[in-house]
């Protein structure tokens, strides 16, 4: 239960406590102070709201520029000059290499995966 006094909102007990002080209060919301205060909180909040929309405006900036340089440099790059096929056949080449020294060590008798299957065996079966 409060009650509205220019922008403030009191309880019901105390705008019962300031019962004859209302001419005060319409002066004072009246007077040059107080239309100087509510002008310096507009003000402020208008250099908050700004602040804002400077920040998006330079990230959307950013962002643009960055959009605008993957179109008109990076693209154009990679559809010229593509390395695909390269790297393809580089991988696969290491992926050779690796599969024949992994299967040549995997296959010799002091292998540890020969020692490890060895005693797996011997403690399951002896």
Known sequence: MSKKIGTTNVSKEVF???KGFEDVFEDYVKSEEYKEHERKDRDTAKVGEQYELQHFLEQE?????????????????IMNFS??????LVQMDRKKVLKEKLSGDLIKLDSPLQKNLAQLMNSHFA
């Open 61 to 77: 900036n950013s962002r643009l520029s960055a959009l605008e340089i993957f179109l008109t440099k990076k693209i154009p790059l």
């Open 16 to 18: 019962e406590g300031l």
């Open 83 to 88: 390395q695909t096929e390269k790297l393809i």
